[in-house]
T-cell receptor, first 115, second 114 residues
Framework: DTEVTQTPKHLVMGMTNKKSLKCEQH?????MYWYKQKAKKPPELMFV???????INESVPSRFSPECPNSSLLNLHLHALQPEDSALYLC??????????????FGPGTRLTVL | AQSVAQPEDQVNVAEGNPLTVKCTYS??????LFWYVQYPNRGLQFLLK??????LVKGSYGFEAEFNKSQTSFHLKKPSALVSDSALYFC????????????FGAGTRLFVKA
């Protein structure tokens, strides 16, 4: 199984809502990533987990809260978002060795709209 | 600091013709370079990478890339373009000191006309 799955595919939420994005992979990868991508722009790294521990937080606002319950799952909890947070949220995974420079496998993304 | 530049926002090519998508990089150590492709409303797909070794790297779907150290370039090429190659292409570089961070170029939209 060389697939990264993300749910939901689309999400519309108000600024006072709480929602969660989910990501799952069964490739045995121990590094997992969240990216934010605006239209026609490159992905921007938000968080990286390595062996279920937060390795990188790119100064992301606290209204985004990541969670890695186990080696296959990655969540992104959303609370009190702003309309400018509307974007495609991509999850990715890669093998765990930082110095092997392994490629990332991306999920299809969740299209988030904040009203 | 690492960076990549994709000088062309868009590349247009006729089906059957060769295509080139340009990428230049700036790194403080050894470059670790990647190409990814993104189809509409989809995640990115890995095409190929250069870590070390031969300067000509072959990847998925008939794509290849040539690493040129003196010109600090890593251009993506394909001998014969297909309409289905139309997509958004990203060049990327990994931190040479280790770590998980990947820096992506701005992207180049490829249009292949039938």
């Amino acid at each position: 199984d060389t697939e990264v799955t993300q749910t939901p595919k689309h999400l519309v939420m108000g600024m006072t809502n709480k929602k969660s994005l989910k990501c799952e992979q069964h490739m045995g990868h121990r590094a997992m990533y969240w990216y934010k991508q605006k239209a026609k722009k490159p992905p921007e790294l938000m968080f990286v987990y390595s062996y279920e521990k937060l390795s990188i937080n790119e100064s992301v606002p606290s209204r985004f809260s990541p969670e890695c319950p186990n080696s296959s799952l990655l969540n992104l909890h959303l609370h009190a978002l702003q309309p400018e947070d509307s974007a495609l949220y991509l999850c990715a995974s890669s093998q765990e060795n930082e110095r092997d420079y392994n490629e990332q496998f991306f999920g299809p993304g969740t299209r988030l709209t904040v009203l | 600091a690492q960076s990549v530049a994709q000088p062309e926002d868009q590349v247009n090519v006729a089906e059957g013709n060769p295509l080139t998508v340009k990428c230049t990089y700036s790194v403080s150590g050894n470059p670790y370079l990647f190409w990814y492709v993104q189809y509409p409303n989809r995640g990115l797909q890995f095409l190929l990478k250069y870590i070390t070794g031969d300067n000509l790297v072959k990847g998925s779907y008939g794509f290849e890339a040539e690493f040129n150290k003196s010109q600090t370039s890593f251009h993506l090429k394909k001998p014969s373009a297909l309409v289905s190659d139309s997509a958004l292409y990203f060049c990327a570089v990994r931190e040479s000191t280790g770590g998980f961070k990947t820096i992506f170029g701005a992207g180049t939209r490829l249009f292949v006309k039938a």
